[in-house]
């Protein structure tokens, strides 16, 4: 079995700074893309940035300038730091990775539950 686990979420003020972490783990063979997508109330979920094993970044443009995200191949990682967040971001944040499980050796997308960040003064 392949598992997620998030972290980081939480409540910061606008202008402040939050890290999400994601794990994979499991029987995993390989994992191609990670990558953090987001849900605002009442939309559907968004890409908000994705790296592939390969260390290529895409990053969607409202959060370009602000948004870094990290990956340790070794331990199957991403984090997510997020700087100068607004209100606007306040949304639930969620992990994906593209993964081949050992067991079965077809790749298949593995979300985790999601973290809420909330951007309030």
Same mark, same amino acid.
């Given at each position: @079995?392949?598992?997620?686990?998030?972290?980081?979420?939480? &409540? $910061?003020? *606008?202008?402040?700074?939050?890290?999400?972490?994601?794990?994979?783990?499991?029987? #995993?063979? #390989?994992?191609?893309? +990670?990558?953090?997508?987001?849900?605002? *109330?009442?939309? @559907? =979920?968004? &890409?908000?940035?994705? +790296?592939?094993?390969?260390?290529?970044?895409? $990053?969607?443009?409202?959060?370009?300038? =602000?948004?870094? #995200?990290? =990956?340790?191949?070794?331990?199957?990682?991403?984090?997510? %730091? +997020?700087?100068? &967040?607004?209100?606007?971001? /306040?949304?639930?944040?969620?992990?994906?990775? =593209? #993964?081949? *499980? %050992? %067991?079965? +050796? $077809?790749?298949?997308?593995?979300?985790? @539950?999601?973290? @809420?960040? /909330?951007?309030?003064?």
């Amino acid at each position: @079995q392949v598992h997620i686990a998030e972290s980081g979420g939480g &409540l $910061v003020h *606008p202008g402040g700074s939050l890290r999400l972490s994601c794990a994979a783990s499991g029987n #995993i063979f #390989i994992v191609y893309d +990670m990558a953090w997508y987001r849900q605002f *109330p009442g939309k @559907q =979920r968004a &890409l908000v940035a994705s +790296m592939t094993k390969e260390h290529r970044v895409t $990053v969607d443009d409202s959060v370009k300038d =602000r948004f870094i #995200i990290f =990956r340790d191949n070794s331990k199957n990682t991403i984090v997510l %730091e +997020m700087n100068k &967040l607004e209100t606007e971001e /306040t949304a639930i944040y969620c992990c994906c990775a =593209r #993964i081949t *499980p %050992e %067991e079965r +050796m $077809v790749a298949s997308d593995y979300w985790g @539950q999601g973290t @809420q960040v /909330t951007v309030t003064s």
